[in-house]
């Protein structure tokens, strides 16, 4: 199985930006689809984007325009570059590889979480 391993998480000012990292064990073409999920304090844990094997991304409301979901599949990993940061993007951001369809289907792989905290 695909281990994924995130990274680039932190404390970061209202306003600023971070850009996580998803880097896989093996080839990221195991997924048809995927994806960052994130789960705040008390919350349950929410899709916030995917991206296909073909490159058709998806973002939820809260984060479009704001948020930019990619890969490089050479390098067999998927970025999530968040500008605009907002306190309420504050909570530990996962990632996943599942599979693509009408809307995004989550595999079994999900790396460990990445915090981030936004100060108001």
């Known amino acids: 199985q695909v281990q994924l391993v995130e990274s680039g998480g932190g404390l970061v000012q209202a306003g600023g930006s971070l850009r996580l990292s998803c880097a896989a064990s093996g080839s990221i073409f195991t997924f048809s689809a995927m994806a960052w999920y994130r789960q705040g304090p008390g919350n349950t844990r929410e899709l916030v984007s995917s991206i296909t094997s073909t490159g058709d991304t998806y973002y939820a409301d809260a984060v479009k325009g704001r948020f930019t979901i990619s890969r490089d599949n050479a390098k067999n990993t998927m970025y999530l570059q968040m500008n605009a940061l907002k306190p309420e993007d504050t909570a530990v951001y996962y990632c996943?590889?599942?599979?693509?369809?009408?809307?995004?289907?989550?595999?079994?792989?999900w790396g460990q979480g990445t915090q981030v905290t936004v100060s108001s």
């Open positions: 996943n590889g599942g599979r693509r369809g009408p809307v995004y289907y989550p595999g079994s792989s």
